[in-house]
């Protein structure tokens, strides 16, 4: 939900804070001015000439410091203002911004932000991470682990290409765990400079050194609305608007017997910002109108592994890997592998369904070449 108690729009500009600053400022002068027609009436008396001088010292230096105090406070809820402060032309989109660039770690650095750009290259980075469920923990030691591939599509003539691996497979390993188990990385993304993992069952989001092989936990997400004690299921991941997005399956929690709804928890998404805030967002409607246009309707389900938003055409592209006409099962869920592509505008508005290829589970899409959404 946007909170706009702290968003000034035209009905409220200026905004009251201003007002108070300028008419301090204006007391201020108009107490000058009158001592100026004072001390001009007693020229003859040195004493008080001199008192006079002292007092207008005193109020020009009182003046001067606070024009600096308003001046920073203005560039403040100037800042805290959206410059288009017109409602009718914003954006009913949290986090919207029109970020071209991000900093990177090296001072004075900056980088192109590609998402949104169609440009030709003879080379592609791409990478990959493993979940391996119970297996990711060591035999041995106290100890998780997953691990880590690279490599580059690379052009080849004008519709072909390669891949070509890099040598090593790295060895991603952590200590932190829940219930004797981590680092099962369901996605990774990039994000600004970082390179992020996210693990579906600690609900921790790592950091990714590639160079030398290391992880470190950046954020703990917390289930459903965020106020609850279980770690969040993350299941996909994406980037949109300058912020990570990360979303669990989509499906409501039920029990296997009865089919009852026990919560909906896994029908929350996430948003973590640059400065690390989080922020929690109820996506069951959306959900549902993924399963209606899908023709899956409760009990039957969309189980989503794969969200992608593509910057450039502003469109969700949406892999399922799995769909049901009926209530859950645990044996059934097994072989409820889909074919379908969703393709949904921003808003969820228009949602189009088609079928690519054969019916095979799918877990995650990332889209290394900028396409059209024409499928």
Not at 18 to 35: K, P, Q
Not at 187 to 199: E, K, M, Q, T
Request: aromatic share 10%; proline share 3%.
């Amino acid at each position: 939900m946007l909170n706009s108690s702290t968003l000034y729009y035209n009905k409220h500009w200026p905004p009251p804070q201003l007002e108070v600053i300028s008419g301090a400022t204006a007391c201020v002068f108009l107490v000058i001015r009158v001592l100026l027609g004072r001390l001009n009436a007693m020229e003859s008396n040195n004493a008080y000439v001199i008192v006079m001088i002292l007092m207008l010292a005193m109020m020009f230096q009182q003046v001067i410091q606070q024009s600096r105090y308003n001046s920073d406070i203005i560039d403040k809820l100037l800042g805290a203002v959206n410059v288009k402060h017109d409602p009718r032309k914003q954006k009913n989109t949290i986090g919207e911004q029109s970020m071209s660039y991000y900093y990177t770690m090296k001072k004075r650095v900056v980088e192109v932000d590609s998402a949104k750009l169609i440009f030709q290259a003879d080379s592609h980075r791409f990478a990959m991470v493993t979940d391996m469920d119970i297996k990711s923990r060591d035999p041995n030691k106290f100890l998780w682990k997953s691990l880590f591939k690279s490599g580059s599509l690379v052009r080849v003539s004008e519709d072909k290409y390669h891949i070509q691996w890099d040598e090593d497979v790295q060895t991603l390993t952590s200590r932190t765990a829940t219930k004797n188990r981590s680092m099962e990385l369901s996605a990774l993304v990039r994000y600004r400079h970082w390179l992020l993992a996210f693990c579906d069952y600690t609900g921790l989001v790592f950091k990714i050194l590639p160079k030398t092989s290391s992880v470190f936990q950046r954020h703990a997400i917390a289930d459903g609305d965020g106020e609850r004690a279980k770690p969040m299921k993350i299941e996909w991941a994406t980037v949109k608007d300058d912020l990570v997005w990360i979303g669990s399956n989509g499906k409501e929690w039920t029990d296997e017997k009865t089919g009852k709804v026990l919560h909906e928890n896994t029908m929350w998404v996430k948003t973590i910002d640059a400065n690390g805030k989080i922020s929690n967002i109820n996506w069951e409607m959306i959900y549902r109108a993924l399963r209606t246009a899908a023709n899956s309707t409760f009990p039957g389900y969309l189980w989503h592994e794969a969200v992608h938003w593509d910057a450039r055409t502003k469109h969700w592209i949406i892999l399922p890997r799995k769909q049901s006409h009926s209530h859950y099962t645990p044996e059934d869920d097994e072989k409820r592998g889909t074919n379908i592509l969703i393709i949904a505008n921003e808003d969820f508005t228009e949602i189009k369904i088609s079928e690519i290829g054969p019916k095979e589970p799918v877990s995650k899409s990332h889209f290394s070449l900028r396409t059209s959404c024409g499928l």
